[in-house]
């Protein structure tokens, strides 16, 4: 019969071994004859677990623990289809007050409606423990996300949207032809048919109001130039390049694909006094005058104005009204801004 060893002795055997070997001790009731398991102790309570900040690209989760509303931004402008994580956790309520445009999911998950209108608005409201904060989505897709080459010529992919831009950089598709062209009921400045009588529905009935209300005011406007398809585009250019010189052809009007007549948003006007048709001094006018106080309220926007040449592309012209909706045009008007110039603020189309 083998003599037994002391525990003690034993014990120091185990914790030698374990030293030499670069290891963790073992726990000693594995080896001491007689010993049970011991519960291990609990984290002190004042240890928290790390919590992820909130998220504003939908990556990270905050747990309810790190929820602050102050979080939640004032304004976005997001584009159609785009999606943004609000802060989310037990309690946390999300109301929007155009669910055709913006909804929030019970996670936080802001999204923009694939179909949303640009210049669309939604509010969302976050409620938390007593607290609400408000923020406003303005729906609108960046430049950048609309066009693409062709045959080497940046083309956009939006031509029907009412807010499309199309300037020396951004062309139309060749064959591109406006969907439900109409002639509206207002003066022209010539008899007899013609397509450049012809305007895109939404906007020859916004131009129907605006002469109306003119009239009514004792302001007389004729119409002169809407609608121009590609060929009688390039017709025209060519003809100002031979009789005006190519640099008064490229200040004043634009190469085939690149002009805005070709949407049937676009339509130059006239007053009653000719010597100002399609000039500059058409500005100091009483319908020159009325056109610009006026024009938004009809949803329209003197597309090229004085002082943005660089941006636009093209000279001041005071007679070029160009329709893209009641919201878009009073923002527009109300800043003193260009078409280009709106989209400067908006953000790239995220993947679904």
Not at 61 to 80: D, F
Not at 153 to 180: I, M, Q
Not at 294 to 318: D, M, N, S, V
Request: glycine share 8%.
């Amino acid at each position: 019969m083998r003599k037994r060893q002391p525990a003690g002795l034993a014990v120091a055997a185990v914790l030698s071994a374990a030293l030499l070997g670069g290891c963790e001790a073992p726990q000693l009731g594995q080896w001491l004859p007689g010993a049970s398991a011991q519960p291990q102790p609990a984290a002190p309570a004042d240890v928290q677990p790390k919590t992820e900040e909130p998220s504003t690209d939908g990556t990270a989760a905050p747990s309810s623990s790190s929820i602050s509303l102050a979080a939640v931004p004032a304004s976005l402008v997001l584009a159609p289809g785009a999606k943004q994580t609000l802060p989310y956790g037990d309690g946390v309520t999300y109301r929007s007050s155009a669910p055709d445009v913006v909804t929030v999911g019970p996670n936080g998950e802001l999204a923009v409606s694939s179909r949303a209108a640009t210049g669309s608005t939604a509010t969302v409201t976050v409620e938390y423990q007593g607290e609400r904060k408000t923020a406003t989505i303005t729906v609108k897709p960046s430049l950048a996300s609309t066009v693409t080459m062709v045959n080497g010529v940046p083309t956009v992919t939006n031509p029907d949207d009412l807010v499309v831009v199309v300037n020396k950089e951004r062309a139309l598709p060749a064959d591109y032809v406006p969907p439900r062209l109409v002639e509206p009921n207002v003066p022209f400045t010539f008899s007899g048919k013609a397509e450049k009588r012809l305007l895109r529905e939404e906007a020859a009935r916004a131009l129907e109001e605006l002469f109306a209300k003119a009239n009514q005011e004792g302001i007389q406007l004729y119409g002169v130039s809407g609608y121009r398809s590609y060929h009688t585009q390039k017709v025209l250019y060519e003809g100002y390049v031979k009789t005006q010189g190519a640099e008064h052809a490229a200040r004043y009007s634009a190469l085939p694909g690149k002009s805005e007549h070709q949407t049937g948003l676009a339509i130059d006007v006239a007053g009653s006094d000719r010597s100002t048709l399609l000039e500059e001094p058409f500005a100091n006018t009483r319908e020159g005058k009325w056109l610009a106080e006026h024009c938004a309220e009809f949803g329209f926007i003197i597309r090229y104005l004085k002082g943005k040449e660089e941006i636009t592309g093209y000279a001041y012209e005071p007679w070029h009204l160009r329709y893209v909706g009641k919201a878009v045009a009073q923002e527009i008007m109300s800043k003193g801004m260009t078409l280009e110039e709106y989209f400067k603020d908006a953000g790239p189309v995220q993947a679904q």
